[in-house]
């Protein structure tokens, strides 16, 4: 750990994005561990699935939380370390278009999403799948020519297409692979042929653009008997799943976000068939039917708990998932598959807030806004507000706190207690309890690295 006042200089492009969606309570798709205040325990279990998923294991969690809680945060914190450890990443957010089941496109939808922004090392921000590919083919180069064969021959095409097919081996036996497989090699030699039309062809199958199977045939040439449609888009994740990993790759880490969006579907034949989706990974994932995959679904309470409309209404969902009678907020449990986001303590709010503070000094080129004083007295005051001792979320503080920040950097001279009330700083004992959060947070400010 390194003390708060040398916190790590962030890239003035990082930073400029990662306040503005800090400010706007959006989470921040780059940057997140310049921000990141605990939750080491949860991140340590998530970082366990990565190594379960690198031995060629299967993994699936769900991250259940308030709104503001941190769900979408820790998603993304944890889907820059996998990218740090060469895991291949997709991730979606689900929406009344994008389903895990449905028809007219819903389910496949969320398919193009996810294959839209597959993330390598290399490339973070999504759109890897050429790149990968790519990368796949110039391994194999490699290979042959470690083992002495010329790259100019005739043999070294040869022996180039039949590694290319020995490993397609790989996935033709699965559910969908022998037409994958056959697309993958296409996509291959029209790289080696230079034929961009033929290159896109196959990428539009690999990403479900494909409505009709007659429309792929004319598009790519040959006969294929699937496309990635709403019925089949996950068979097509676990054939990825076990490519990647053929290409040298960790394996495939799938986030999905705001399924709190299934529990709205007022349909329920259509709500229950996204549960029976999620049963279906639940169990091919944890009976190793899903090599090297690991599947993260964020969701609310109301999405996991609720009996009538949520995950425990399918009964096969809730004797899986369900709290164990000696589970207790007192204890930590972190090995089952759901976690429960539990509200930041006092001080790890604290040192939320002085990282903030830093960070702004550090945008702006401006002295620190506010003293440890002034962030303790700011914290007391928002704890105090009713229910907030249990409910209130980082985002709300953040959100708040960021305001406080703004208007005191933009209007010279002017007073905290103007910004904040007087009546509020004035309430009974507030120095004495300020100082108390000051002294809790004051060893939580530093950076935490996992």
Not at 51 to 57: C, F, K, L, P, S
Not at 69 to 81: E, P, T
Not at 164 to 176: D, N, P, T
Not at 408 to 437: H, T
Request: glycine residues 8%; neutral net charge; proline residues 2%.
């Amino acid at each position: 750990m390194n003390n708060a006042n040398d916190i790590q200089r962030v890239p003035k492009r990082i930073l400029t994005s990662l306040l503005a969606s800090l400010s706007a309570g959006v989470v921040p798709r780059a940057g997140a561990p310049y921000v990141a205040i605990g939750r080491s325990n949860e991140i340590s279990a998530l970082l366990s699935d990565l190594e379960q998923i690198n031995e060629g294991g299967g993994a699936m969690r769900f991250i259940v939380g308030r709104y503001g809680s941190g769900k979408s945060f820790l998603i993304q914190l944890v889907r820059g370390y996998a990218l740090e450890r060469d895991f291949i990443t997709a991730d979606a957010d689900l929406s009344p278009e994008r389903r895990l089941y449905g028809t007219g496109g819903s389910g496949v939808a969320t398919y193009r999403e996810l294959i839209k922004n597959m993330a390598s090392k290399s490339s973070p921000d999504g759109g890897a799948l050429p790149k990968i590919i790519a990368r796949w083919i110039e391994m194999l180069k490699t290979e042959l020519v470690s083992k002495g064969v010329d790259v100019d021959s005739e043999e070294f095409g040869v022996r180039l297409n039949t590694l290319v097919a020995e490993k397609m081996r790989e996935v033709e036996f699965m559910v969908g692979g022998f037409d994958f497989a056959r697309v993958i090699t296409e996509y291959y030699k029209a790289i080696s042929s230079g034929d961009d039309d033929k290159k896109t062809a196959c990428l539009c199958w690999l990403r479900g653009e494909f409505t009709t199977k007659t429309e792929a045939r004319n598009a790519l040439g040959i006969g294929v008997s699937v496309i990635i449609d709403d019925d089949n888009w996950y068979d097509f994740l676990k054939l990825w799943a076990v490519l990647v990993r053929s290409m040298g790759y960790r394996g495939l880490v799938v986030f999905i976000d705001e399924c709190v969006n299934l529990y709205k579907i007022n349909h329920r034949v259509s709500r229950e068939n996204n549960y029976e989706k999620i049963l279906s990974m639940f169990n091919d994932t944890l009976q190793g039917r899903a090599s090297g995959l690991g599947l993260v679904l964020g969701g609310t309470p109301q999405f996991m708990d609720d009996t009538r409309r949520g995950l425990f209404s399918y009964e096969a969902l809730r004797s899986r998932l369900e709290d164990s009678r000696y589970n207790s907020e007192r204890f930590n449990n972190y090995i089952g598959p759901v976690i429960r986001l539990k509200r930041l303590s006092d001080d790890e709010l604290f040192a939320l807030m002085s990282r903030r503070n830093k960070l702004s000094s550090q945008n702006y080129g401006c002295p620190l806004l506010l003293s440890e004083e002034q962030m303790a007295q700011f914290l007391k005051i928002s704890l105090a507000r009713a229910g907030a001792d249990s409910m209130i979320t980082p985002r709300e503080i953040i959100r708040d706190y960021m305001t406080v920040l703004n208007i005191m950097m933009q209007n010279e001279g002017v007073d905290f207690g103007e910004v904040i009330g007087r009546a509020e700083l004035s309430e009974p004992n507030a120095a004495d309890s300020a100082q108390e959060i000051k002294r809790a947070g004051s060893f939580s400010a530093a950076d935490i690295e996992f």
